[in-house]
Structures are given as C-alpha cells and as structure tokens.
C-alpha cells in the first residue's frame, strides 16, 4: 500500500474508529509481525512455534494501533515493534516454559559476576567466574548456551520503570506513552538509558561488539558469527554473557527494578 493511502487511512481511523478500517491498518502492518516473531523466535527452543508467537504478536500490533496517535512525531513502525514484542514476550512468561534449573543457573551466573565485579572492580574472565562457581569453562560455557536457547533474555525485556506502574520500557529505543508521561517518568527513562549506556561501554570488547551489532545494527547471530569468525553458538554465549552482565551491573540503579522471577 502507498504511503499516501497508509496516511488516508490513519486519518479515517483517527477521526471515525471504524473497524473495517482498523482491519485494513491490520492488514498493513502485518509483516512486522512476522519480523518481530522471526526475530524472538530465533533464540527460543524448537517446541516453541513461532505461529504462537506471530498470534501472540498480533494481539500487540492491534494494540497499538488501537493507541497510536498519528499526530505525534513518532513512526508507527518504532512504536508498534515496541508493543508487539512486550505482547510475545507477556505470553511467553506467562506460559513459564524455561525449566525452573536454567532460571536457577542464570540467577547463579548473574549474582557471581556482580560479586565478582563489586570485588575485583573490572570485569571477571571466563575462568573468575567458573571458578567462583565451581565449575569448569567448558561447563559454564555449556550453562550460558542452554541459557541463551532457552531465555528470551534482551536489552528490551530487562527492565521496567517503576513509577509507570510496571509498563515495560524498551532501552534501545524507549516508547513514550499515547498519554503523554508524567515528568518523573521521563527523568526515570533518562537514567535508565544513560546507566544502560554507562554500563555497555564497560563491557568487555567482545561483548561489547555484540550487543552494538545485535541491537543497533540488527544483525542476525550467524552474521555477527562471520563478523567476528566464531560460531553462531559462540555469539550466543557472548550475547548471555554480556546480559547477565549488565543485569548484575545494574542490579542497584535506583532508575528501574527487575523483570522476571
């Protein structure tokens, strides 16, 4: 569809709110929907079925369509993304497929290397954080490869802001509410994007290097794999590594609390 048809429509559903043309705007905005779901499902075990989540993700785009104004100075697509992934992303915490022993390993890995950090003042190597563990490289190489397969875990799913009552904050690219956020809101998603850029710029380089070509570049893990002449596997473990990570970094910003369990 034209974008000069794409802005008629809008303006017909703005002004009438009629589902014939919701449905039309639907049918529009589809494919992101599928990239969204395409995106996420690449780092989730096989039994999940990725037409689960395209449904899962529709329920988000009509959402947002249902919210979106078109008069303020934001592309749909940035604020639909937004909201198709928190819809997948709900759905899938609340079916809580990731076995209870992987949410244990990760919780284990995140608190080593916060206790690590705090200690050391830098970043700990593999073999700190093995040892701290108890456990060999190869065995916690092993752990954050199951991690990665079986979480979710994405900059865009770590953190909520507490003072909107626990609305999901993307922090790539942070959505500010249809209604307009209250003052403390916006000062809290400042400092939530400026820790999270503090905290990223400590990262190791590799990891560093992932995060910039997962989330800025988009590049899929087999890219980054041939970027960096490592494995697809091996980039899924860095990209763990690097959320567990900041995760533990930034267990004490007063800007956000966790998500999860």
């Known amino acids: 569809m034209a974008q000069d048809e794409t802005q008629a429509l809008w303006r017909e ?42 449904s899962y993700g529709l329920l988000g785009l009509i959402g947002a369509i249902e919210r979106f104004d078109p008069e303020r100075e934001i592309k749909f697509e940035t604020y639909a993304i937004a909201r198709i992934k928190g819809a997948i992303i709900d759905e899938l915490r609340a079916l809580d497929w990731v076995p209870r022993s992987v949410r244990s390993r ?45 979480s979710i875990a994405a900059l865009d799913e770590l ?37 999270l850029g503090e905290a990223i710029a400590r990262l190791p380089e590799r990891e560093k290097l992932v995060v910039t070509l997962y ?23 860095l990209h763990t590594k690097a959320i567990l990570r900041l995760k533990a970094r930034l267990a004490g910003s007063p800007a956000r609390e966790p998500l999860g369990r």
């Not at 700190?128 to 916690?140: C, Q, R």
């Not at 307009?180 to 000062?187: H, K, R, W």
């Not at 989330?215 to 473990?237: A, K, P």
Request: proline share 3%; glycine share 8%.
């Open 215 to 237: 989330y800025y570049e988009e590049l899929t893990l087999r890219e980054i794999g041939e970027v960096l002449g490592v494995t697809e596997s091996r980039v899924s473990q």
């Open 13 to 54: 559903y703005a002004k009438t709110k009629d589902q014939g043309v919701r449905d039309r705007l639907i049918l529009t905005y589809a494919p992101l929907v599928k990239y969204v779901a395409g995106r996420l499902g690449s780092g989730l075990p096989a039994h999940v079925d990725e037409n689960d989540l395209v």
């Open 159 to 195: 953190w909520t802001i507490s003072s909107t009552g626990g609305d999901q904050v993307a922090l790539i690219d942070t959505i500010e509410d249809t209604q307009g956020p209250e003052p403390q809101t916006e000062l809290a998603q400042t400092e939530l994007k400026e820790a």
């Open 106 to 150: 990760a919780r284990d890995i995140e608190r080593a290397i916060g206790e690590l950090e705090r200690k050391l003042h830098r970043a700990p190597t593999d073999e700190e954080i093995a040892e701290k563990l108890g456990v060999s490289t190869d065995e916690l190489d092993e752990s954050l490869s199951e991690i990665g397969r079986s």
